[in-house]
Nanobody, 118 residues
Framework: QVQLVESGGGLVQPGGSLRLSCTAS????????MGWYRQAPGKQRLLVAT???????NYADSVKGRFTIFRDSAKNTMYLQMNNLNSEDTAVYYC????????????WGQGTQVTVSS
């Protein structure tokens, strides 16, 4: 069983920055894809950004140019650097890790709250 532990959420003013971390209980290169998703109150959980084992990245249009997904394999950790935050970024952010082989495996973290407010 894989454990994903997120950290780094909190309260930030509009225009501010936060960095989220997602640490896995095993090598992040064992996953075909990892990503960040977010869920605002009363809304669906949506993709924010993903990164494949080959390093390809993908972003939601709403965060392009403001958010960056990257990883540190030595720490088994994936990050989401969030800049120029606005109130629409307020949500619970979830880390996800997926494996395609063997019928597939899909893991989620517990979520971390990000609140953008003055």
């Amino acid at each position: 069983q894989v454990q994903l532990v997120e950290s780094g959420g909190g309260l930030v003013q509009p225009g501010g920055s936060l960095r989220l971390s997602c640490t896995a209980s095993r090598s992040i290169f064992s996953f075909n894809s990892m990503g960040w998703y977010r869920q605002a109150p009363g809304k669906q959980r949506l993709l924010v950004a993903t990164i494949t084992s080959d390093g390809w990245t993908n972003y939601a249009d709403s965060v392009k140019g403001r958010f960056t997904i990257f990883r540190d394999s030595a720490k088994n950790t994936m990050y989401l650097q969030m800049n120029n935050l606005n109130s629409e970024d307020t949500a619970v952010y979830y880390c996800r890790a997926q494996i395609v082989a063997g019928g597939g495996e899909d893991y989620w973290g517990q979520g971390t709250q990000v609140t953008v407010s003055s």
